[in-house]
């Protein structure tokens, strides 16, 4: 395999690429309009795509909202990605939990309306 990622359908390619921008951190290295590819400086190799629900390349019957979909991202900082979140004023589903497995979670929806955990370890 040479190359794996996820791609997250939307109505707005820039909003939601800004998002995890803003979120975590996040940095553009594909921008093609209706396509982004985010990639973050500690996470070499890791990708995540940005693409328009409707664009013509999205066969028939594709663009609908997913569903069961939660993407995860482990910080170091739980408390400072929270605080990014709600000055974004991001819809956040779940404030910071400690769960008893040794994580501390949020959860919070994305601009797409996709599920997003982001948690790091108890210290």
Not at 62 to 74: D, H, N
Not at 81 to 106: K, N, S, V
Not at 115 to 120: N, R
Request: aromatic share 8%; proline share 6%; hydrophobic share 40%.
């Amino acid at each position: 395999m040479n190359r794996a990622f996820t791609n997250i359908l939307c109505s707005d390619v820039d909003g939601t690429a800004e998002f995890y921008q803003d979120l975590l951190g996040m940095k553009r290295t594909g921008d093609f309009g209706w396509f982004v590819i985010l990639s973050h400086d500690d996470m070499p190799g890791f990708e995540l795509g940005v693409l328009q629900r409707d664009h013509e390349t999205i066969p028939d019957g594709l663009s609908s909202r997913p569903g069961g979909t939660i993407l995860t991202f482990v910080v170091t900082d739980l408390e400072e990605i929270h605080a990014r979140a709600a000055a974004m004023q991001a819809l956040i589903l779940q404030e910071p939990t400690d769960l008893p497995y040794g994580q501390r979670r949020m959860m919070l929806l994305d601009p797409a309306g996709t599920a997003v955990d982001v948690s790091s370890p108890i210290r």
